[in-house]
């Protein structure tokens, strides 16, 4: 009686440290990670499905509105960038300002041109994205606060002071992702 208290005994042990032992060996499966968009905020997948990137659907401004969105991306055959005018592969004219954003080196351009009572520019924004060099244009559309009364003029001219473009195309590039 007393060898089978014992050989029971065993048997149970034998149980829990063989199982312990291939539950802790076992590969950890964890739940995909849940990507939740800022209110707002869509998912574009190029047609090949080689990436995406999310943006919000209309800027989060009131007089400052997006003509030509969203944005479009390029991927250049590059593989650095170099904000040197001569050699800067923009897709639009302009004065090219090397920035850095979110510590992202970046090669932008910026073309204006004024028409009935608004001024439109062409944006570019290069940068490096996992070792691609990617483009991003867009235009947008700012009108001349001064056509205003107030308050809608200083209200206009105060968001035109305070929209952060290069924040919120860092967004936008973080975002960024390449199918493997």
Not at 16 to 25: E, H, M, R, S, W
Not at 88 to 101: D, F, L
Request: hydrophobic share 40%.
């Amino acid at each position: 009686m007393k060898i089978l208290k014992i050989l029971v005994l065993v048997i149970i042990i034998g149980l829990v440290v063989g199982g312990g032992y291939y539950f802790l060996t076992q590969p950890q499966q964890t739940a995909p990670a849940v990507t939740t968009l800022p209110a707002g905020w869509v998912k574009f997948t190029d047609e090949a499905g080689v990436y995406t990137f999310n943006y919000p659907a209309t800027l989060p401004t009131t007089y400052i509105k997006a003509q030509e969105w969203p944005p479009q991306v390029d991927l250049l055959e590059d593989s650095a960038i170099d904000c040197n005018p001569e050699s800067a592969p923009t897709a639009h004219a302009g004065v090219i300002e090397a920035k850095v954003i979110k510590g992202q080196k970046y090669c932008t351009t910026a073309q204006s041109e004024g028409a009935a009572g608004s001024t439109y520019t062409d944006y570019a924004y290069l940068t490096v994205v996992n070792k691609r060099v990617v483009r991003l244009t867009f235009t947008l559309r700012q009108p001349q606060c001064d056509n205003y009364d107030e308050p809608q003029r200083g209200s206009c001219k105060a968001e035109q002071a305070n929209f952060d473009l290069d924040a919120l195309v860092g967004q936008i590039v973080a975002s960024l992702h390449f199918a493997p």
